[in-house]
């Protein structure tokens, strides 16, 4: 049994936490919405009143947090260098950041976190709120190998792909790559179904015939945009559940500012992106992405 502080207890952040205590850990666990510590506390966890009280006599400090803001204000305190966890852990304590943010965050945090004696890595996750409650989530690690190698067994916990990407950092940008991949692939898939629809076929024949093509790909295998194609994807609950269109629009800003960044040219990623945010505008925000095959149906592409 490994003494846990979750900070973040959110869509993902709860179902994990959960998991924790389901593999036998002790979790104590922060966050600002009181009926997600009250449904924590049901699944046998443990609540505390501030991020600080949930940190005391905590080994491993796991956070999943909205954005880089967020993840800097917790370990390193305010603008003026004060009140961050960091300084409250003692060496040798593990820091496991699951947020999807910058790169240059994750950084920052690490290398503080490294002068402190402090084990850090980033752990964005892949895999959704279905994954995050199954505890099949895929974790994109960036780190030390030893903090990595300590890190594994508490991510098993919650996951069943573990990749170790790199140093600090290398987590966040490889779970960019992939989601701004995503996008394109989600994209480009609704696209090709709907064409094939509006020239008089069937979406689950032309989809089958696809999945066992040279178009095959994730969307059209597991998660296919088309409502009533598939069983248990988002499409065939009106797009609810899943990954929502905003946060695939947050993590193509992550993206695109780190190609700028990089000077990497992603036409289509670029594309991808002014697709998701139009849809996004347009008041679909909260529903799953693979609604993007609504605007091939209403011809506003």
Request: charged share 15%; proline share 3%; glycine share 14%.
């Amino acid at each position: 049994m490994t003494n846990i502080a979750f900070i973040g207890l959110g869509n993902m952040g709860g179902p994990m936490a959960a998991n924790l205590v389901n593999a036998g850990h002790h979790v104590v666990a922060f966050d600002l919405v009181e009926a997600a510590l009250h449904a924590f506390v049901r699944v046998g966890g443990e609540a505390a009143s501030s991020a600080a009280q949930a940190v005391i006599d905590a080994e491993v400090v796991i956070s999943m947090l909205p954005a880089g803001k967020h993840v800097a204000g917790l370990y390193l305190g305010d603008e003026h260098g004060s009140g961050g966890l960091l300084a409250q852990l003692p060496k040798d304590s593990l820091v496991i950041d699951s947020s999807t943010i910058d790169a240059e965050t994750s950084r920052d945090v690490g290398l503080c976190a490294n002068d402190l004696g402090i084990k850090f890595v980033d752990a964005p996750v892949s895999g959704g709120t279905a994954g995050a409650k199954a505890g099949t989530l895929s974790f994109i690690v960036g780190g030390e190998v030893e903090a990595f190698e300590r890190a594994e067994p508490i991510l098993n916990a919650m996951g069943k792909n573990i990749f170790h990407a790199g140093p600090a950092g290398a987590g966040q940008v490889a779970k960019m790559c992939n989601n701004m991949l995503l996008s394109v692939l989600m994209a480009g898939t609704s696209e090709a179904l709907r064409m094939g629809v509006e020239n008089g076929l069937d979406a689950k024949v032309l989809s089958d015939i696809m999945v066992k093509s040279s178009g095959r790909n994730w969307a059209l295998e597991i998660y296919n945009p088309v409502p009533g194609v598939m069983e248990g994807t988002p499409a065939s609950n009106g797009y609810q559940g899943g990954f929502m269109v905003d946060l695939m629009n947050k993590d193509l800003g992550l993206a695109l500012a780190a190609a700028k960044a990089s000077d990497s040219a992603v036409p289509l990623g670029q594309k991808a992106s002014e697709l998701f945010k139009s849809h996004g505008e347009e008041g679909h925000g909260g529903l799953d992405f693979s609604s993007i095959y609504q605007r091939y149906s209403n011809k506003k592409v």
